[in-house]
């Protein structure tokens, strides 16, 4: 379970730069004309399971992961859109 404390700490810094300089990375490689559908999908899932990562700061009302990343029991994926 994250607690609202959790994000005030060196480690989320450090984690939150991080998943920030490979989002950028990930949309460079994403804006090659010449990549395959496949490599195009991989990219963009892997910038959406980011970006939920960092929605975890910004869910107020979230009390668990489970609440917030997909494949964990109680998640629901039909309830909400992710987009990229």
Do not use: C, Y
Request: hydrophobic share 35%.
């Amino acid at each position: 379970m994250l607690l609202k404390q959790d994000f005030h700490t060196d480690t989320w810094r450090r984690m939150k730069k991080f998943i920030n300089e490979r989002l950028q990375d990930l949309r460079e490689q994403n804006d090659q004309i010449s990549l395959s559908l496949e490599k195009t999908a991989a990219l963009r899932g892997e910038i959406a399971g980011l970006k939920r990562l960092l929605d975890l700061e910004e869910d107020n009302s979230s009390s668990s992961l489970t609440d917030v990343l997909p494949g964990f029991p109680g998640d629901d994926m039909s309830s909400e859109s992710h987009s990229v």
